[in-house]
């Protein structure tokens, strides 16, 4: 169960050092800002969408078969993501990675529940728990080992043999647990919502594009989007059994609670989106060395989850969350500083910094919202939360990949009218196609717009760390009655 959790969070940080040479036309797909948005952000996007149908599908057929399932999907999508001839087959089978991923998380957590002794039951769910800081910190490593030995499609494919581990040892040590019975899957609210948060995905990646807020392009997606949405949560309000009960966000730490969740993941998944490409890029880091430092926010992450009771006991579940927020943002706000000489011990203590931050808001942020949660709705709380860190981090890949690319363009044009039409085409589609031309003066020229870039997509992220600082200091505060009996026994199982 803790293979399967990690390879979730593995599959995200080894992909972040692929970036850069994936966005190469040489040795990689030629990916444009916006593909590489749609790369990163369509496996969040059908995670978020599928986590709710992954827990009713486990109630139904039982979680062994659905985490079975789940694991098959994951390992066929990452073989054909791996051979990918074009971006836009690679967002596909990132998308079904995603799926496999909604369908086997529900599944290892019911598993571990129902398959340990109560004694031990609270250490299992801790030690599942750190899967996640054990896969940011390997990804990275073994993405860049990966990269400086063969070609970019190996990140995808090194999922399979892990897949392969996982499911000897389901055949060899889990045994079939009995589904907790007859959920009704919700194929409309499944459809409804993946479409709707997709539509708006889609509008702010073509903003980035150079398309004006009023062009069709930006706006039909957006709006569409949101209609979708409110469509998703008002079905979700009439169900008698709903997959995602809208009537938790009634309660204020609930609701605040996942707020903060999704500004942090917002701007976590967006300056983790722009730090890849300053490492290979302006810095001159290998895709290795890159992978090595930014093992630092990994190491961050896992120091900041074990401080965290701590934390909380000295403090409150409101300031760590708070101090975590703060931390992080302060880290994503030190980037405009930085340029091709800034020395990398800075930039591995800012990592660190911002990965302690990560690290210690999770618990607490977790244990306030669910505080408020009836004791009944527990597991459906809990995939909300899941939804949401998987939406904020496709919403930040999206906005910082849209301000990084429409800036990074408004830089370079001055210099383009003195290359041909075919090299202004290359170089406006990355900074890592600009230097693949072969001039040296539009390489250094690419490097200062993306450096620009870097620093305005830098303060969106610092902003939304801030505002998610003040969503902690704001809602967390609150301290609501727990919900009656009578309150518990209305209340839709979800």
């Given amino acids: 169960m803790v293979s399967a959790q990690m390879l979730i969070w593995l599959d995200n940080s080894i992909l972040n050092v692929a970036m850069a040479t994936m966005a190469d036309p040489v040795a990689g797909l030629g990916a444009g800002s916006g593909d590489l948005a749609w790369i990163a952000g369509s496996y969040s996007l059908v995670f978020a969408g599928t986590l709710f149908a992954g827990g009713a599908l486990a109630d139904r057929f039982g979680p062994r078969t659905t985490l079975v399932a789940g694991l098959v999907v ?22 079904l990675m995603g799926a496999g991923s909604g369908l086997l998380m529900p599944a290892t957590l019911s598993i571990i529940v129902q398959c340990t002794a109560p004694a031990q039951r609270t250490r299992a769910i801790a030690i599942w728990g750190s899967a996640s800081g054990l896969g940011v910190a390997i990804g990275p ?164 989850s074990l401080s965290a009771p701590t934390a909380v006991r000295l403090t409150s579940a409101r300031w760590t969350t708070a101090g975590g927020v703060l931390a992080s943002g ?55 939360g899941s939804a949401t860190r998987q939406l904020g981090s496709a919403l930040g890949v999206a906005v910082a990949g849209s301000v990084l690319a429409a800036v990074y363009r408004r830089e370079l044009a001055p210099v383009l009218p003195s290359v041909s039409e075919e090299m202004r085409e290359r170089a406006l589609t990355s900074v890592e196609a600009a230097r693949s031309v072969g001039v040296p003066a539009l390489s250094e020229a690419a490097d200062r717009a993306f450096l620009t870039a870097m620093s305005a997509a830098a303060v969106v992220t610092a902003l939304l760390a801030a505002a998610g600082f003040a969503a902690a200091v704001a809602g967390l505060s609150a301290r609501e009655r727990p919900p009656s009996r009578a309150e518990r026994r209305s209340t839709p199982a979800g």
Avoid: K
């Fill in 74 to 95: 994951f390992a066929a999508a990452s073989a054909a993501g791996a051979y990918a001839a074009t971006p836009a087959h690679l967002i596909i089978a990132r998308g």
């Fill in 141 to 304: 490593a073994a993405g860049g080992a990966l990269l400086s030995h063969f070609w970019w499609g190996s990140v995808f494919l090194v999922n399979i043999p892990i897949v392969a581990g996982c499911l000897a040892g389901i055949a060899a040590a889990v045994p079939a647990v009995p589904a907790g019975g007859r959920r009704r899957l919700d194929l409309p609210g499944l459809l409804l919502s993946v479409l709707g948060f997709g539509g708006v995905v889609y509008g702010v990646i073509e903003l980035g594009r150079q398309a004006p807020w009023t062009s069709p392009r930006v706006l039909v997606p957006i709006l569409a989007g949101l209609g979708l949405v409110a469509a998703f949560l008002v079905g979700q309000l009439r169900s008698t059994a709903p997959s995602f009960d809208p009537r938790l966000f009634t309660r204020r730490r609930f609701a605040a609670g996942n707020i903060v969740l999704l500004l942090a993941f917002m701007a976590l998944s967006g300056q983790l989106f722009f730090a890849a490409f300053y490492l290979q890029g302006p810095r001159g880091l290998t895709p290795s060395a890159a992978g090595g430092v930014m093992v630092a926010a990994a190491a961050g992450i896992v120091l900041g």
């Fill in 330 to 384: 302060v880290t994503y706000a030190a980037y405009p500083w930085f340029d091709q000489r800034t020395p990398l011990a800075v930039i591995v203590v800012m990592l660190f910094v911002q990965g302690f931050g990560m690290g210690i808001l999770g618990t607490p942020v977790t244990v306030a919202m669910m505080a408020d949660v009836p004791t009944r709705l527990t597991g459906a709380g809990s995939a909300v």
